[in-house]
């Protein structure tokens, strides 16, 4: 068994957010990572994908991002050197290859199980991020074409000529059904009618409509609804010329399957060859299944990062519920401070 102070789990965008602010600290830790090269989810993307904001505005903390020369929101190729410069410019210790399999409990900390040896630490922070587990709705009926998330889409070649639907009237549903409309036949399905940020919006007015709601209901104000408030969508350039083109137009969500393809309540029908679930995700914690943290509503109680019955881990990385926007490049920095703050308090007075 290997002894550290700080497990970090994932070496993503709040892991190397969390190791940095470890580095400075002072403390004794590890980043276990279970990919074989670096840049958390970013490799694993579609070709087109990119940034929703200007590299200056997408920096993790102490090192801003480089510009990207040719366009203004860069790709995740960029992303990805970024992530990889950024690991070894501030030498954080990553063990690469190295799924955790399980946390438990131990008299004097917490036992972190990979695939290749065990951990003893007194504090982890989870930061596995969430692309690991996409969500697929359930939908009545049989469909006998192809079904694909948004993990698995690459580019609009394999489609050409298909009959695609995309379902989802978030960034991802917008972004893949803009970029098939250069090869295939596409239908966009929305849950609700797709709400379009303003064109000038971007992520970093994003990240400070997150980080006002927070201060707002942290003083026990009215809910401002934070981004959600703002729309759906960041009307990139490539969406937004789709969506100027009429190639966007969203019909509402489908009732079940037959054969060919989606049926909607009024018994319309359309073949299809293809749907793809640009439906979200789900935060990847079932390494934590051992510690028994789920409430009724399935989810862990935190308070920040904080774990509520197990002070000694933290969550990192997933969205909202653990810090306004901190599953962004521009927001994991400010919850991954406040993170390793309280896990150097608590080492240092011993709770």
Avoid at 145 to 156: A, F, K, M
Wanted: overall charge neutral.
């Amino acid at each position: 068994m290997s002894t550290t102070k700080v497990v970090v789990i994932g070496g993503g965008q709040a892991g190397l957010a969390a190791g940095y602010y470890l580095r400075r600290a002072g403390l004794d830790f590890v980043i276990l990572d279970a990919q074989a090269t670096p840049g958390g989810a970013w490799p694993h993307g579609w070709d087109s994908l990119r940034l929703f904001s200007p590299a200056q505005f997408s920096s993790l903390p102490g090192w801003p991002m480089p510009p990207y020369p040719s366009e203004w929101y860069p790709p995740a190729g960029h992303v990805v050197d970024y992530l990889t410069a950024y690991e070894k410019r501030y030498e954080l210790p990553i063990r690469r290859s190295e799924p955790v399999s399980a946390v438990s409990r131990t008299e004097g900390g917490l036992q972190v199980a990979t695939d290749s040896g065990t951990w003893s630490a007194e504090a982890v922070v989870s930061a596995t991020g969430t692309w690991w587990r996409p969500f697929l709705p359930l939908v009545p009926g049989s469909f006998a074409g192809r079904q694909l998330h948004t993990v698995d889409y690459r580019n609009p070649d394999e489609f050409a000529g298909q009959r695609v639907v995309v379902v989802g009237g978030g960034n991802s549903g917008a972004q893949i059904a803009a970029d098939l409309t250069t090869a295939a036949e596409v239908t966009w399905v929305t849950r609700r009618p797709p709400r379009y940020l303003p064109d000038e919006v971007d992520g970093h007015a994003l990240f400070d409509a997150a980080t006002r709601r927070r201060r707002v209901l942290d003083r026990g104000e009215a809910d401002t609804g934070g981004v959600a408030a703002l729309g759906d969508i960041v009307a990139l350039p490539p969406v937004r010329r789709a969506r100027d083109a009429g190639l966007l137009t969203a019909k509402p969500m489908f009732a079940r399957f037959d054969e060919d393809g989606p049926v909607w309540s009024d018994d319309t029908r359309l073949p299809a060859d293809t749907v793809i679930w640009c439906t979200g995700f789900r935060p990847a914690l079932s390494h934590l299944a051992p510690l028994r943290l789920r409430g009724a509503d399935g989810r862990i109680a935190t308070h920040g990062t904080r774990v509520v019955d197990e002070p000694r881990l933290h969550l990192l990385g997933y969205g909202d519920w653990t810090g306004p926007a901190s599953a962004t490049l521009i927001g994991v920095g400010m919850t991954a401070r406040a993170a390793v703050a309280d896990i150097t308090s608590h080492l240092d007075t011993g709770r």
